[in-house]
């Protein structure tokens, strides 16, 4: 903890930034979940919904509402062509991970793009490298080990290339039984706990999830039991701890 940014890393953060120092990205790097949207309007399985479909939608979008964002997050399979239309001035954070996991294999596990590296996404421009990954300290040793391996990769290759690391974060479990609520708080703190470790080379770790989530996960608090008011405050904090950790890295909250 405490290390300094490089320049390269430096000047990636400077770009994906606004003058403020907030990170207030588009991100529409989402594959599968655009298919869904692709195949349920044509009438289709999302399988089905041809892909060429997704690279004029991140096309048309990105000119129009990167004027209001300090940078984009794209996809390198579909969005190379909007990250060329993006308004001036815009950051680009690029996803190194292949579309969303099988939720149905246990532990999520990620891959990466066959033919995309750490130093082939710098080439196409990006500020920033993503990487998206399932975490869960509830998961097996053998499953969080692979997880731990990966993240360790990209991070040596994005130091290799003097870029900023971006590790998008969201917490799960194999069963999302009444306990989920309960163990949220606790897997998001140990997930930033574990990623900001000096071995992994993170430069920016955050589970996005938790605040799009809070007042389910509130409700979901009270339903389990947790009904008293500072209860339910002190378990909404604990599942927000990226902030001390940026802090502690010396990165602007985003």
């Not at 003058?19 to 349920?40: C, N, P, S, T, Y």
């Not at 129009?64 to 680009?92: K, V, Y």
């Not at 706990?193 to 080379?201: D, F, G, N």
């Not at 999830?209 to 904090?237: C, D, F, M, P, Y």
């Amino acid at each position: 903890m405490g290390r300094s940014l490089s320049s390269g890393k430096k000047k990636g953060l400077d770009a994906v930034s606004d003058q403020r120092g907030v990170l207030a990205a588009l991100a529409i790097d989402q594959r599968g979940a655009m298919r869904e949207l692709f195949g349920k309007a044509m009438g289709i399985a999302p399988e089905d919904a041809p892909a060429e479909k997704l690279v004029p939608y991140k096309e048309a979008v990105s000119p129009t509402l990167t004027q209001h964002a300090s940078a984009i997050r794209l996809d390198a399979e579909f969005g190379l062509c909007a990250a060329n239309e993006r308004a001036s001035g815009t950051g680009l954070l690029l996803a190194y991970e292949k579309a969303a996991c099988d939720k149905k294999v246990p532990g999520r596990l990620p891959s990466l793009l066959v033919h995309r590296s750490a130093q082939r996404l710098v080439k196409a421009s990006a500020d920033c490298v993503k990487l998206l990954l399932y975490y869960s300290s509830t998961s097996s040793e053998e499953i969080n080990n692979q997880k731990h391996a990966l993240v360790k990769r990209v991070g040596a290759e994005c130091m290799a290339e003097d870029v900023l690391f971006f590790l998008e974060l969201v917490s799960y479990t194999d069963e999302l039984d009444d306990n989920f609520a309960r163990m949220t708080p606790d897997i998001v703190t140990q997930g930033i706990y574990e990623v900001s470790k000096p071995q992994y080379r993170v430069d920016v770790g955050v589970d996005v999830r938790v605040n799009h989530r809070e007042k389910a996960l509130e409700r979901g608090l009270q339903t389990a039991g947790v009904e008293n008011s500072e209860n339910v405050k002190g378990h909404l904090e604990a599942a927000v701890p990226w902030q001390t950790a940026m802090k502690e890295k010396g990165l602007a909250r985003h």
